[in-house]
């Protein structure tokens, strides 16, 4: 999609009501961006380089407790911490974008070899 097509119907959307400009572009990334096919690969990599960053720094992130600021629509970096030993995540973002259908389809594809 060019980027001034792209731009034009982001700015559409923000004329919406916020409950309604929420769902319509959750609807167009469903559609037409990066939601069509969720792979987390490259997102549970950057929560497992900063697991071996806290390691490198002497430091046990297992059986602790992270912050995110940011989760977005699908906690992929949260899922990786737990998978790597962390007690939970506390996650928090602007916009209520996380979906419980992503968050189902990332914890699916964790299990894909």
């Not at 929560?47 to 960053?53: A, C, F, L, N, P």
Request: glycine residues 8%; aromatic residues 12%.
């Amino acid at each position: 999609m060019q980027w001034k097509l792209k731009a034009k119907i982001q700015n559409i959307v923000s004329y919406l009501p916020k409950a309604a400009s929420y769902n319509v572009y959750y609807w167009i990334q469903r559609h037409f961006g990066g939601l069509r096919r969720v792979n987390p690969s490259k997102v549970l990599m950057c929560g497992i380089e900063t697991w071996k960053r806290i390691k490198s720094q002497d430091r046990s992130p297992s059986g602790k407790v992270f912050f995110e600021v940011g989760t977005g629509r699908i906690p992929l970096v949260p899922l990786a911490y737990w998978l790597m030993g962390a007690e939970g995540t506390i996650s928090i973002d602007l916009n209520p974008y996380l979906k419980a259908l992503l968050s189902k389809l990332a914890e699916k594809s964790k299990n894909r070899p």
